[in-house]
């Protein structure tokens, strides 16, 4: 022990009194107390008592400053509810919302929560990492139909995710790992998704565009194929609400052979299949054309927002591949990034969809309730274009009529919108997409008379 003390260098440090300490016998007697205390195999943690022991009125180092995070999102809503006004309104919520400003569940999914919730049976053990073998078969057969071409071919399957955005991390890290030639993404939408930032911190270059034409207010298919004519070989297409961008079939063949010729990858987002035409089938219908083409493809399934449990965030990740050989090996991969992302995912959300799906009684109540809403959203829709008109507001309004979905774009420019935030206390988004479930016979009165006052205030002070 002498000669390796010897040989330690000796670094001299100030003690607590002033005393000059040398470090290299200090140092032998921490290591002679932690071999007597734990032998010739000490646990890892007696760095630390070694650390101590030599040095206790050390100065750590502090960890590196982190500033705020800039709020990407919720300052709309964080200024309206600070807003005092009795007449305030917030029209950008995400959900559906009901006639009495709730947020919309079907009925068969609250009685399905109850029968599950008091059902003894049930096994609360881990689920395995791929998710319930049941909910992705159920999600497979919504999303193309038990009886279509690539579920017989056993080509399609799926990984069960945290929501949309699991699904959109968990391909991501995917196509990082195993697509490396492929990092350049496009993600192309009616509106500007949240998908790009998960991308962008994966280390994908990203560009981002919006096929609603502000100037003729309309979704307009060819800044599409545009987009796609002037990508580069090899990218990967994130695409969102294309159901919406009602392409005819010679613009559907022009898509698919400029993405086949560039070999660009498709990553679609369906996250409220029968919420956009009240048809689950329609609303999915583009997904085989792909399938026809031979594509190979990845999609993100939200059913959240279809069945109304938002704060569950259930989703999958659909992989479409050539032949059930590439499917298996793309899932395994799959497998280790999600066991990596979260192991196990939560299981009550997706037991609640997969009993609505496997029962044919309530699987039909719940079309009947998906049906209801559409229904709801379109005849609101209706009003709200017949009572600008009857208010004499300059300009066409059809637009609203045309766009499918709860969330729609009211076509105002940013003036308008500061107009009804800051006058009428109105909040919507700056883009002016709003969500019409939030308009009821309660205030559908007072939005339509501030959005023509503020065309009018507008249009007057152009002049």
């Not at 206390?425 to 002016?432: A, C, L, T």
Request: aromatic share 10%; charged share 15%.
């Amino acid at each position: 022990m002498e000669g390796w003390a010897a040989k330690t260098p000796s670094w001299n440090l100030q003690g607590h009194r002033g005393q000059q300490r040398d470090v290299g016998v200090e140092l032998v007697r921490a290591l002679c107390v932690v071999r007597l205390l734990f032998g010739s195999s000490p646990p890892s943690f007696c760095g630390l008592i070694v650390v101590v022991f030599l040095a206790p009125d050390l100065q750590l180092p502090h960890p590196p400053y982190v500033p705020m995070a800039q709020k990407l999102e919720g300052s709309l809503l964080k200024t309206y509810k600070q807003d005092d006004d009795p007449n305030k309104m917030f029209l950008a919520y995400k959900v559906c919302m009901t006639s009495e400003g709730r947020p919309w569940v079907s009925s068969v999914v609250r009685k399905t929560r109850m029968q599950i919730a008091q059902d003894p049976s049930l096994n609360y053990e881990y689920t395995p990492v791929m998710g319930m073998k049941s909910f992705i078969q159920a999600s497979l057969n919504l999303l193309f139909g038990k009886n279509s071409q690539v579920i017989v071919e056993n080509r399609a399957g799926g990984v069960q995710t945290v929501g949309d955005s699991g699904a959109f991390q968990l391909g991501a890290q995917f196509l990082k790992t195993w697509c490396q030639n492929s990092q350049i993404v496009y993600i192309v939408s009616s509106q500007k998704e949240p998908h790009g930032l998960i991308f962008q911190d994966m280390g994908f270059t990203v560009y981002e565009h919006t096929f609603w034409d502000s100037a003729h207010l309309c979704l307009d298919p060819n800044m599409l194929l545009d987009v796609v004519e002037h990508a580069p070989h090899g990218c990967v297409f994130v695409i969102g609400s294309i159901g919406n961008c009602r392409l005819t079939s010679s613009q559907w063949t022009q898509l698919m052979t400029l993405m086949k010729s560039k070999e660009i990858f498709p990553f679609f987002d369906i996250p409220y299949q029968g919420l956009s035409t009240g048809d689950l089938e329609e609303d999915a219908i583009f997904l085989h054309y792909f399938v026809s083409q031979g594509f190979e493809f990845f999609c993100s399934q939200s059913l959240s927002k279809n069945f109304g449990i938002y704060d569950e965030g259930v989703g999958t990740l659909v992989v479409v591949a050539l032949n059930n050989q590439l499917l298996l090996r793309v899932l395994s991969q799959l497998m280790n990034f999600a066991r990596a992302l979260w192991l196990n995912p939560p299981t009550t959300g997706a037991r609640i969809i997969t009993s609505v799906l496997c029962n044919p009684a309530m699987q039909g109540e719940w079309r009947q309730s998906l049906e209801g809403v559409v229904e709801n959203i379109m005849m609101t829709k209706e009003k709200v274009k017949e009572k600008l008109r009857l208010l004499g507001t300059p300009g066409s309004w059809d637009h609203i009529t045309e766009q499918k979905g709860s969330h729609s774009y009211l076509g105002l420019n940013s003036q308008q919108v500061e107009y009804l935030i800051s006058k009428k206390h109105i909040y919507i988004p700056k883009n002016g997409r709003i969500n019409f479930t939030c308009i009821n016979s309660y205030n559908i009165d007072y939005i339509t008379a501030s959005i023509n006052e503020a065309v009018c205030f507008t249009k007057d002070s152009e002049k």
